[in-house]
């Protein structure tokens, strides 16, 4: 299903990561990947331990680069030559598979490719490449946020739900202002996704309306 979505990674201040999803960007994937990472890399009942761990996931951050326009254009060079396998061989490797960061089939799945970058990687100067979609036109549904400065998670959405919009932090407000948090939490303090998805339907997010008009559970 075509709904749009960012995963976002805040570090130092500033938007590290700002990866692009064309597909499923409703909660009951993409907003319950996004937590299912989160619970699993990042949070702990023991406080050093997640201390740690959303220490460890910052030093993996540290090492995304923003690639400028001419490197991207490269890329897509790439693509255009490789990208397409029916166009190819079996022998050459999809570019989304290559390039997953540049792929706007990734989505969430970005952060767990962040978390295995150095479990191959033996150059520690490197860098892995990445382009930030901050959503200019306003085009996507949802926005799934981690702030490592304050320990926290944001989600987002462009959809109505009952009462009033959750703060989040001057960044966030200033680049996804457009969009409304309907859930916010530190990372210690998430529940379980069943009591979120509780909160969801609670709070009238639990709906979405096809081109025909028909509504329809996410």
Not at 79 to 87: E, L
Not at 90 to 111: A, C, H, K, W, Y
Not at 149 to 164: A, N, P, Q, R, S
Request: proline fraction near 3%; include cysteine; hydrophobic fraction near 35%.
């Amino acid at each position: 299903m075509g709904t749009r979505h960012l995963t976002v990674v805040i570090k130092d201040n500033e938007i590290k990561l700002s990866q692009y999803g064309q597909w499923d960007g409703y909660f009951t994937y993409s907003g319950t990947k996004f937590l299912e990472f989160v619970k699993e890399n990042l949070q702990s009942k023991s406080k050093k331990k997640q201390k740690y761990r959303i220490e460890t996931f910052g030093e993996k951050i540290d090492t995304l680069k923003k690639v400028d326009e001419k490197t991207y254009q490269e890329f897509i060079a790439i693509k255009d030559k490789y990208g397409f396998a029916q166009d190819k061989s079996e022998f050459v490797i999809p570019f989304n598979i290559m390039f997953p960061q540049f792929s706007r089939d990734t989505g969430v799945e970005i952060l767990d490719i962040i978390m295995k970058i150095h479990a191959y990687m033996f150059n520690p100067n490197y860098k892995f490449p990445v382009i930030l979609e901050f959503d200019g036109v306003g085009c996507t549904e949802f926005v799934n946020v981690i702030n490592l400065d304050t320990e926290e998670i944001y989600m987002l959405t462009t959809h109505e739900f009952k009462g009033i919009p959750l703060s989040t932090c001057e960044l966030v407000e200033n680049v996804y202002g457009h969009h409304d948090c309907w859930y916010k939490s530190s990372i210690k303090d998430i529940p379980t996704i069943a009591k979120i998805k509780k909160y969801k339907e609670s709070i009238g997010l639990d709906y979405w309306q096809r081109d025909n008009g028909e509504w329809v559970s996410n």
